[in-house]
C-alpha cells in the first residue's frame, strides 16, 4: 500500500512555447515526484510513490525534496478474513537536468493471516493467503528502495518519456516477518502528454521478484493510465486506474482506480497531498486512503 501518499517515485514534464509574436518561453516542466502512475507498478498505491509536488521550473534546475506519507488500507484481498495494513515513508529525492535519484524506507504494521512481504515503494506483495490460523500482527522497518529516472523531452512537441529503475534491498529484519529476505527490481517506462491544464498520462513497468525458500514469485508486468487536472500553478488533481500481476497464481491480480489532490501551502516550501483508492478485483484492498507531506529543500521566496 505504502507510495504516497499523496505524494508515491519519477518526474513527469512538458516543455513549451510561449505563442506571443516575437517572445520565447524557457522550456517549462510540471515537475510531479515519484511517477505519475502512483502504483509504481507494484499491488497498492505507496505513500512514497504517489506525487508530491508540481510547480513550473526550468529544465536545467536541480531539485531537492523530502517528504513523510502514510496510508492505511483493508480487504479480504480474495481470502477469507480481513487485512488490515498501516504503512508510512520517509523518502528523499534529489533531480539534477534530466536525472532523479531517489529513496524510500517505510513503518509497517500489517495484520493478517496470510503471508505479506514489503514490496517496491514499501508496497505489501501478497504471497498467500490464510498461511497462520489466527491473525497475526508483523510490524517495523520494511526494506529500502533505491530508484534512478532519466526524463527524454521533445523539442518539438510537449511529449515526455521516462525510463526509470528501482531496486528494493533487503533491509527489513527476519524477525519483523516483512521481508521476503531477496532483492527485487523493477524496470519501467512513463509517457505524458500535457494539453492545456490537462496531461494525460500511461506507465508500464515491470518487476523482477526474488524467490523464497517457500515460495517461487512470479516476474510480471504492472500498468496504469490517467490524467492530471492543473488548478494553478501549485495544486493539482489526478486520477488514474492500475493493475499489476500477482506474485504468486495463489492470489489474484490487482486492479484498482485512484483518486487525490496535492496543493502547495502558501508561504511555506511544504506540500500536502491526500488521495483515496478503490479495489476493483479481489487481489487489491477494498479501499485505502491516506495523507502526505513534502518539504522543498531548494532556496526559495516562500509564496
Known amino acids: 500500500m505504502g507510495s504516497a501518499i499523496a505524494a508515491l517515485a519519477a518526474s ?10 516575437g517572445v520565447t518561453a524557457q522550456p517549462i516542466r510540471f515537475d510531479v515526484a515519484a511517477p505519475l502512475s502512483p502504483s509504481s507498478g507494484t499491488s497498492t498505491v505507496s505513500p512514497s510513490s504517489v506525487p508530491q509536488a508540481m510547480e513550473r521550473m526550468r529544465a536545467d534546475d536541480t531539485t531537492a525534496d523530502l517528504s513523510l506519507g502514510t496510508i492505511y488500507a483493508q480487504g479480504k484481498f480474495g481470502t477469507g478474513s480481513t487485512t488490515s495494513i498501516w504503512s508510512s515513508a520517509l523518502g528523499a529525492r ?3 537536468g534530466d536525472w532523479t535519484l531517489s529513496a524510500s524506507l517505510p513503518w509497517m504494521r500489517i495484520r493478517s493471516r496470510s503471508t505479506i512481504f514489503t514490496g517496491i515503494d514499501s508496497t505489501p506483495i501478497l504471497v498467500a493467503p490464510d498461511t497462520a490460523p489466527v491473525r497475526r500482527t508483523n510490524q517495523g522497518f520494511g526494506d529500502l ?7 527524454i523531452i521533445s523539442d518539438s512537441t510537449p511529449l ?18 516483512l521481508s521476503s529476505g531477496e532483492n527485487d527490481y523493477a524496470a519501467g517506462v512513463d509517457v505524458s502528454y500535457p494539453i492545456g491544464k490537462v496531461t494525460p498520462f500511461a506507465a508500464f513497468s515491470y518487476r523482477f521478484l526474488g524467490d523464497t525458500a517457500l515460495y517461487r514469485l512470479r516476474d510480471g508486468p504492472a500498468a496504469s493510465a490517467g490524467a492530471s487536472y492543473a488548478l494553478d500553478s501549485n495544486s493539482f488533481l489526478l486520477a488514474s486506474y492500475h493493475y499489476s500481476r500477482a506474485a504468486t497464481r495463489l492470489v489474484d ?5 485512484f483518486a487525490g489532490a496535492s496543493t502547495r501551502l502558501r508561504g511555506t516550501p511544504l506540500r500536502a497531498t ?4 478503490v479495489g476493483l478485483s479481489r487481489g487489491a484492498a477494498a479501499a485505502s486512503a491516506g495523507l502526505s507531506l513534502s518539504l522543498d529543500l531548494r532556496r526559495r521566496d516562500a509564496r
Not at 12 to 21: C, K, N, P, S, V
Not at 145 to 151: K, P
Not at 274 to 277: H, P, Q, R
Open 12 to 21: 513527469q514534464a512538458a516543455a513549451a512555447q510561449d505563442g506571443r509574436a
Open 94 to 96: 534529489l533531480r539534477v
Open 145 to 151: 528502495t533505491l530508484g534512478a529516472s532519466y526524463t
Open 160 to 177: 515526455e518519456v521516462q525510463l526509470s529503475g528501482r531496486a528494493k534491498i533487503n533491509t527489513a529484519t527476519a524477525s519483523s516477518r
Open 253 to 257: 491480480d490487482a486492479h484498482e482506480l
Open 274 to 277: 491526500g488521495f483515496a483508492t
